[in-house]
C-alpha cells in the first residue's frame, strides 16, 4: 500500500522560505510522478508543481520562479522549496503520487485536467500561513 508522509509547512511572514517534504513507502518509486497540491477553504484543490519519473517538472503561473520542486529518489523524498511566499499561498498543501508515469502527466496535472480521484495516492496535509 503507498503512503506518503509529509513535514514541514508552518507560519512565515510574506518574503520568506519554508520547506515541504513528502516521505513515499510502498511503491517503486521510480515509476510515479509525483505532485504537489494546495488547497484552501471552499476553493478546489489545486496543482502547483509537478514532477515525472525523468526528473522533468512543471509549475502553475501563481507559483513558476518562486516554488522549486524535487526529489531525491534514492531515499524515496519529494521535496518542496517555496521562496518569496505570498499570503496569498496560505493553504493546506498535499503531495500526490501516481503511476504509471505517462508523458505529459505533469502537464496534464498542472492545467486541471487530471482527475484527483484518480491519483494513488495523497499525503495528509500541511498547513502553510504566510502573513503579510
Known amino acids: 500500500q503507498v503512503e506518503l508522509v509529509q513535514s514541514g509547512g508552518g507560519s512565515v511572514q510574506a518574503g520568506g522560505s519554508l520547506r515541504l517534504s513528502c516521505v513515499a513507502s510502498g511503491l517503486i518509486y521510480s515509476a510515479y510522478c509525483m505532485a504537489w497540491f494546495r488547497q484552501t477553504p471552499g476553493k478546489e484543490r489545486e496543482a502547483v508543481a509537478a514532477?515525472?519519473?525523468?526528473?522533468?517538472?512543471t509549475y502553475a503561473d501563481s507559483t513558476k520562479g518562486r516554488f522549486t520542486i524535487s526529489q531525491d529518489t534514492t531515499k524515496r523524498i519529494l521535496y518542496l522549496q517555496m521562496d518569496s511566499l505570498k499570503p496569498e499561498d496560505t493553504a493546506t498543501y498535499y503531495c500526490?503520487?501516481?503511476?504509471?508515469?505517462?508523458?505529459?502527466?505533469?502537464?496534464?496535472?498542472?492545467?486541471?485536467?487530471?482527475?484527483?480521484?484518480?491519483?494513488?495516492?495523497w499525503g495528509q496535509g500541511t498547513l502553510v500561513t504566510v502573513s503579510s
Open positions: 500526490a503520487a501516481d503511476a504509471p508515469c505517462v508523458p505529459r502527466w505533469t502537464h496534464t496535472v498542472i492545467a486541471g485536467y487530471y482527475p484527483l480521484n484518480a491519483l494513488n495516492a
Open positions: 514532477i515525472d519519473s525523468d526528473g522533468n517538472t
